[in-house]
């Protein structure tokens, strides 16, 4: 097994070492350590690399925003992806903005605000459950 494939399998189940600091490590597809533990929220607390992007733009803030597993005092909203995507939008997207969230005006490259993608996110919802 490639080394890296075993971080990777570390990374998802959480038994990284304590002191591990190769969060770059990545595939060909810039896809990091960082981003597979952020997947599964496996990050330690100190974690501080949430701008590391992938090839596609998608940084280790938006893996973990997919998933809700930003923590509780993340305040890096803005850092922005292809395509000007923020981390509060991917977030609003999976529905997992924290209560205590106020960056709705933040926008994306096509001018859609957080606010925008929440209440989208919502109105679908609800058409789902009425079905």
Do not use: C
Request: charged share 25%; proline share 7%; hydrophobic share 35%.
């Amino acid at each position: 097994m490639n080394e890296l494939k075993k971080l990777f399998e570390q990374a998802v189940v959480g038994t990284l070492p304590p002191d591990f600091d190769q969060w770059p490590l990545a595939d060909d597809e810039g896809v990091s350590v960082a981003h597979v533990a952020a997947y599964y929220g496996r990050l330690p607390q100190d974690f501080d690399q949430w701008d590391m992007s992938n090839v596609y733009g998608r940084s280790v803030a938006h893996w973990a925003a997919s998933r809700g597993h930003l923590p509780p005092d993340f305040d890096q909203w803005e850092i922005t992806g292809a395509p000007g995507w923020t981390v509060a939008h991917e977030a609003a997207q999976n529905g997992n903005l924290p209560p205590e969230f106020d960056r709705w005006n933040l926008k994306d490259s096509s001018g859609w605000s957080v606010r925008n993608i929440y209440d989208l996110r919502n109105k679908n919802a609800d058409k789902m459950k009425r079905k």
